[in-house]
């Protein structure tokens, strides 16, 4: 496709299809230190030292999963003690009225739970799914991402962004191809 084939306003990027895991790797550090900022890329597996490439920074989702578990332990040993000492009391041989031993199993259970479900549902909507559509879906290989094919898409919306000097650049790292990307 040339350069300028989509019109701009319809035009979501240029994706470029690369053999390897160290094109992509390389093409990525070659896009960040040429001044693009708003791209991605689409790979079977993880690749170490994309994030870096990318400039991703490290995600907060573990001190929320912490701060809701942490919750959730809170909870479990609070209701457990609630109904034995004070909601309904049973005296039974002399025992204490708070054996927080026998806590222990459910607040296990409920600190579990509620983190698995935080941790399910942030990641969730921080990755905006279930997303059901993207325009890289629609680029010309695009389905062997999740097999043996390796993309990088540079947006449109990056300030860097021109059709035809991304187009060029993107060919200078060696691809397989480059396609142009619509909304």
């Known amino acids: 496709m040339s350069a300028a084939s989509i019109p701009a306003a319809t035009l979501h990027g240029l994706i470029a299809e690369y053999d390897t895991p160290e094109q992509v790797l390389h093409a990525a550090e070659a896009a960040r230190k040429a001044g693009y900022t708003k791209m991605d890329t689409y790979t079977p597996h993880p690749i170490e030292g994309l994030d870096d490439a990318l400039d991703l920074k490290p995600t907060r989702l573990g001190f929320a999963v912490l701060a809701i578990g942490l919750i959730g332990a809170a909870t479990g040993f609070g209701m457990q003690w609630y109904a034995g000492a004070e909601f309904y009391p049973l005296n039974i041989g002399g025992r204490p009225m708070n054996p927080w031993p026998n806590y222990i199993v459910i607040t296990f259970e409920v ?50 962004f021109d059709p035809a000097a991304t187009h060029t650049f993107l060919e200078g790292t060696d691809p397989v191809r480059v396609e142009e990307v619509a909304r």
């Open 111 to 160: 600190t579990v739970l509620l983190s698995a479900f935080t941790a399910g549902l942030l990641m969730l909507a921080r990755n905006g799914l279930p997303r059901l559509y993207h325009p890289v879906f629609n680029a010309p290989g695009f389905e062997r991402a999740t097999r043996d094919g390796y993309y990088l898409c540079v947006e449109a919306v990056d300030p860097r």
